[in-house]
């Protein structure tokens, strides 16, 4: 079965950030941020979703709130953009889609980014907006942390460092397409090269360089959460486009964490791109997957 017409929508956002970036090899942090925070545009907007600017732990926010859901269950969202570009307004309509499909609030989270603060400013956010929650009253199993490509990064690494730090810890994870090799040496960075319209070596090898400063590793399981031991980690959901550079992290991924025990499911969806969730609302394929993702939810 072939991909929908209403998919292409995101594969061609893609192509036109590709295009103007090599067009323009001189742009700045800002001008990326500016470009990055079009990725928006594939996801209509959900119907019955309110939003509410916060702060948590001195931190940008924004609450996604849909008509009838848990108040008492949370989904603490980071998003992605390579630690250093996205935001909370970039992704606040996928996350309002994915808190209603699950009948739960959600804080997106504006995380300090790269260059200006490396590895581990955002983790360090991540964890103290969590624990803000647990101060206001949420309790741990009723936490999900979510989040995409470095922010589905950030979903697992917060949870790590919480561990290491002898937190209570959320229910369940949900990485949609995460970005967590920071070596470059996954496969599929080459065999899917020609397919993926975005994500290329270069630019993750510039990424990462951000991310990681002059003081992170490549190897730290808190900045590679495959160099990770998952023993005792909460159940995952992890999902990726078939055609995409990052396939076999999530793949890597999920070997991993199952072979530690953990609860895990993947889903591998034919002939999308990064981060395809984008298209809620917009494309069958991506409002598909979060129904899935609800019932995996649901039968917790």
């Known amino acids: 079965m072939g991909i929908s017409p209403q998919s292409d929508f995101l594969r061609a956002l893609y192509q036109s950030w590709s295009d103007r970036m090599a067009a323009n090899p001189g742009l700045t942090i800002a001008d990326l941020r500016s470009l990055f925070d079009e990725w928006h545009q594939p996801t209509l907007e ?163 360089g951000m991310f990681l400063g002059e003081k992170g590793s490549r190897t730290d399981p808190l900045a590679n959460p495959l160099k990770a031991d998952f023993r005792g980690f909460p159940r995952l959901y992890i999902n990726a486009g078939a055609v995409e550079t990052l396939l076999d992290n999530a793949q890597d991924l999920a070997r991993i964490a199952k072979a530690a025990g953990v609860d895990v499911t993947l889903s591998v969806v034919d002939g999308m791109q990064h981060v395809f969730p984008f298209l809620a609302g917009r494309a069958p394929e991506a409002d598909d997957e979060l129904r899935r993702i609800a019932q995996w939810f649901k039968r917790s």
Do not use: C
Not at 95 to 103: F, I, N, R, T
Not at 135 to 149: E, L, N, Q, Y
């Open 46 to 208: 959900p119907e019955g979703v309110t939003y509410k600017s916060a702060r948590l732990s001195g931190i940008d926010a924004i609450w996604t709130l849909p008509e009838g859901a848990n108040t008492e269950q949370v989904i603490l969202y980071t998003h992605g953009g390579g630690f250093a570009v996205g935001s909370t307004d970039s992704h606040r309509k996928l996350v309002g889609h994915l808190a209603k499909q699950l009948g739960v609030t959600a804080v997106v989270i504006d995380y300090r980014r790269a260059p200006e603060h490396p590895f581990p400013a955002q983790i360090e956010d991540s964890t103290a907006v969590y624990k803000e929650l647990l101060a206001r009253g949420f309790k741990p199993a009723d936490i999900i942390t979510s989040g995409d490509s470095a922010g589905g990064n950030l979903a697992i690494s917060t949870v790590l460092k919480l561990r290491q730090d002898g937190v209570a810890l959320p229910a369940a994870v949900i990485a949609f397409s995460p970005w967590l090799d920071m070596e470059h040496v996954g496969k599929t960075l080459q065999t899917n090269a020609a397919t993926d319209a975005l994500v290329s070596k270069a630019v993750l090898e510039g990424m990462s």
